[in-house]
């Protein structure tokens, strides 16, 4: 049986030549957004950066994390037995699922960090997304310099609602790049003309 962490690591670096086109509106205004992902995203996706009391987490650059969880020198059960575990081990029971809950066309908002105060996160948007009926956030970021953005967190709703005082967005149109092949999947479009 493939273990858990790889299979997310898997599932991950198929994500690495796909560029999501998601087009949002609100009163009249349209925002592009133009999302992409790097390896060294994992590592914070899956939470393994909370592990602090694992050495190699903590030290190893990101890369190569990922790297040594794809080729299966480090498991599920190396992440398992650090005392924080439990603070990224929903993350990483949902993380395989990204590209599904990112394919399906959920809510986007604008996202103002100071409605959540008690949160470090910043970032441009929030996605609420469902998993086994279980709503998932996946905040979105610019990447400084670029017309792209990335994904700056992930982790499955717990007590807090950080949608409460977001602006709400309407999907608009949603298309999937793969930029290794060069093919484009339409996935949503209200605009009802070509883009």
Not at 98 to 106: A, H, I, P
């Amino acid at each position: 049986m493939q273990d858990k962490l790889q299979q997310c690591a898997k599932a991950f670096s198929k994500l690495l030549d796909i560029q999501y086109k998601i087009i949002v509106g609100r009163k009249g205004e349209l925002v592009e957004i133009l999302l992409a992902f790097d390896i060294t995203e994992f590592v914070h996706l899956a939470g393994l950066h909370k592990l602090t009391d694992n050495e190699f987490f903590r030290t190893a650059s990101r890369k190569k994390v990922f790297e040594h969880i794809l080729n299966g020198k480090i498991s599920y059960e190396t992440a398992a037995k650090s005392e924080e575990f439990e603070l990224v081990s929903e993350r990483i029971n949902c993380l395989e699922y990204l590209e599904d809950m990112l394919d399906s066309n959920d809510i986007i908002f604008k996202y103002n960090s100071k409605q959540n105060i008690f949160s470090l996160i910043q970032a441009d948007y929030l996605m609420e997304s469902k998993h086994d009926s279980q709503s998932v956030y996946i905040f979105i970021d610019k990447v400084k310099n670029s017309n792209l953005h990335f994904c700056r967190s992930f982790f499955p709703k717990g007590d807090k609602d950080y949608t409460v005082g977001q602006t709400k967005y309407t999907l608009l149109y949603k298309e999937k790049i793969n930029t290794a092949n060069g093919t484009i999947e339409i996935q949503y479009n209200k605009l009802h003309k070509k883009l």
